[in-house]
């Protein structure tokens, strides 16, 4: 079994009075119907609907008077997402408190080790073939046999599943653009949160421009630039070993996309790339007329 220690995720924890409600109502995802033992992505936007930090959230089992939550985001990001977590808690009774004594784990399947290091393990629905992820006591980590991280970078780009800056690129990123709405990462029912008012109108008049989807080549390299037809198209935002090849999570346009998909050639670094659209990413959207 494939075990991944996402040291480039840190853990917060939210414990207290109706921590569960107040991250209902500011972040993008519905996470007041999610069950102990389910996890979601979701984002932290700002007034403009753009993304400021993507997260995952996890529910424990819940015991005594107050609710916990966890959420792990990139550690780069960590501080900036707790003093917005802050901020906007106001007088709640919450404590919100950084966890490095907590290690989150990507596996193939449930882990086996001693239930007792494990804090809260979830299945990741956001692909079919996406495993599952396990909050566990760092001091666990060395019962684990590690895999290197790598594969599950490029399992992860495979799946069209992006997190990070890098990827999510802080006030500029959208929500729709980056499929996030696939991932039950944004919801359009529970109502208002930051951010909800641009986002609901960019599904409704359909203003999705692009769209990140997978690329495979000889040569991908992130940052450089998609080519077709000598305009430019699209960016690469990272990549990893795949097989004998590279691959990449993309930003590409609508256009450019169902160009490519009718044969026309995309390349990058003086490399053709080939488009590796995941199934459940399809139907994609319609591109804007020319």
Not at 122 to 134: E, F, L, N
Request: proline content about 6%.
């Amino acid at each position: 079994m494939a075990q991944y220690h996402l040291s480039h995720r840190a853990i917060l924890r939210l414990e207290g009075e109706g921590p569960i409600a107040f991250v209902q109502d500011i972040l993008t995802a519905d996470i007041a119907s999610l069950a102990p033992g389910q996890m979601r992505q979701s984002c932290l936007l700002s007034p403009q609907g753009r993304i400021l930090v993507e997260m995952t959230i996890y529910i424990p089992p819940q015991s005594g008077p107050h609710e916990s939550l966890y959420i792990a985001c990139d550690a780069s990001q960590s501080d900036e997402l707790m003093k917005k977590l802050k901020l906007y808690r106001l007088r709640r009774k919450i404590t919100i408190t950084s966890c490095e004594d907590i290690a989150l784990i990507a596996s193939d399947a449930p882990l086996t080790t001693e239930q007792s290091a494990i804090i809260a393990s979830a299945p990741d629905t956001r692909a079919p073939s996406a495993g599952y992820h396990t909050l566990l006591k760092h001091d666990a980590l060395a019962s684990l046999t590690i895999d290197d991280i790598s594969a599950y970078h490029s399992a992860r780009m495979a799946n069209a599943i992006p997190e990070g800056p890098d990827e999510l690129i802080p006030n500029r990123a959208l929500m729709l653009e980056a499929g996030l709405d696939l991932f039950e990462a944004v919801d359009f029912k529970k109502g208002c949160y930051i951010g909800q008012e641009v986002t609901a109108r960019t599904r409704y008049r359909g203003l999705v421009k692009r769209r990140l989807v997978p690329v495979i080549g000889t040569n991908i390299s992130s940052g450089a630039a998609i080519m077709a037809a000598e305009k430019e198209v699209g960016t690469i935002l990272t990549s990893a070993p795949w097989h004998d090849e590279m691959i990449g999570l993309a930003s590409i346009r609508l256009a450019a996309i169902h160009d490519a998909l009718e044969g026309k050639t995309l390349e990058a670094d003086g490399t053709a790339l080939q488009l590796a659209i995941p199934q459940h990413l399809t139907p994609l959207p319609k591109a804007e007329a020319k």
